[in-house]
């Protein structure tokens, strides 16, 4: 049977979604319960004229392929126009204040899309814009990749409460906090297995074991790789080191191999379970190409799931 991801959406209004953790499980599953039925009906009328005159700044401090694509067709899909402004080649690159930029910005567009480094940034953005920002990722949230595989999880597997669910890999990262916070909010039962040192922070951790409890999820973090995806459902992964980390990555990709999703280590997980991984790959670090190429994996359809999850959220925030 498949899961129900809500009784009814929820009108969220104009909101930023700078992480998912700000967002309630009825506001998330609306979202995805949107994307859904976006990505079901995509020659709808209405959809296709809904944030017409408008226009959705985009701006990167840091390199994009999926995020810059999706989101700007996202945004051309509902009719609104995209201003993309890439961080180095603006003001902001010679040190124009957040504070400036946001108030100016906001004068021009309804909504911006930002990725940068610091999760502050993101925020001080959004405390001094009077328009919604949305995160395209910082070192602390990726909340449209957790929206995406989160739907892509329903579609493979029907159901998200309860749903066994296994992150191997950096468990500081972006992508680690995202899992643990979406996985929380929807009652999934979490195990991020890295190594002693790369652990989420205690408070992280805290706060999405009280989350789970309120939802019926569970949140385990462990350092073995193989008790970790152990009859789980899903398997995900992400780079070992992600962009503009500082430190010795060779360190790093050391101290993280034991965590790569080979084809080992998938048979044993559930035979029917689902492998993600966010991209870009790096092929013979954290994943083997067997298992990126195999039959578990639905990365493809994760990425294609980053425009239904966009467009969902900026239709219920954004549209009249
Ligand atoms: N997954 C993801 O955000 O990819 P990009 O860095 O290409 O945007
Ligand atoms: N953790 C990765 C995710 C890329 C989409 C990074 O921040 O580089």
Redo the contacts with the bound molecule.
């Keep these: 049977m498949v899961e129900r991801l809500t009784e009814t959406v929820v009108p969220v209004g104009r909101r930023s979604i700078l992480a998912l953790k700000e967002w309630t499980p009825s506001e998330i599953r609306g979202i995805l319960t949107t994307a859904a039925w976006m990505k079901a009906n995509p020659k709808v009328a209405h959809v296709r004229y809904a944030l017409a005159g408008k226009s959705v700044g985009m701006i990167f401090e840091l390199p994009s392929t999926r995020t810059r694509v999706s989101f700007q067709v996202a945004i051309q899909s509902l009719g609104a126009s995209p201003v993309i402004l890439d961080w180095g080649e603006s003001q902001l690159g010679r040190g124009e204040p957040i504070a400036d930029t946001a108030r100016v910005m906001s004068r021009y567009v309804d909504g911006i899309v930002i990725r940068c480094r610091s999760h502050q940034t993101v925020q001080e953005f959004a405390r001094w814009a009077s328009v919604p920002i949305f995160n395209a990722?910082t070192d602390q949230a990726?909340p449209f990749?957790a929206l995406a595989d989160a739907l892509t999880l329903w579609e493979r597997q029907k159901r998200l409460s309860g749903l066994k669910f296994a992150y191997l890999g950096d468990g500081s990262?972006?992508?680690a906090l995202s899992y643990l916070t979406i996985g929380a909010k929807l009652g999934m039962q979490v195990t991020i297995a890295t190594a002693k040192g790369y652990w989420p922070a205690a408070e992280v951790i805290d706060w999405a074991r009280e989350e789970a409890l309120v939802t019926g999820g569970s949140i385990t973090i462990t350092d073995d790789p193989e008790q970790a995806v152990f009859g789980v459902d899903a398997v995900a992964t992400?780079?070992f080191v992600?962009?503009g980390e500082p430190g010795d990555p060779a360190v790093k990709q050391r101290d993280l191999m034991p965590y790569q999703v080979n084809g080992k280590l998938m048979a044993l997980s559930k035979p029917e379970a689902v492998f993600l991984h966010?991209l870009p790959a790096h092929r013979g670090e954290e994943v083997t190409d067997e298992v990126i190429e195999g039959p578990h994996s639905a990365v493809w359809d994760q990425a294609e799931n980053r425009l239904y999850v966009q467009k969902a959220a900026l239709l219920q925030t954004l549209g009249d």
């Design positions: 990722l990726h990749q990262n972006n992508m992400d780079v992600s962009m966010c």
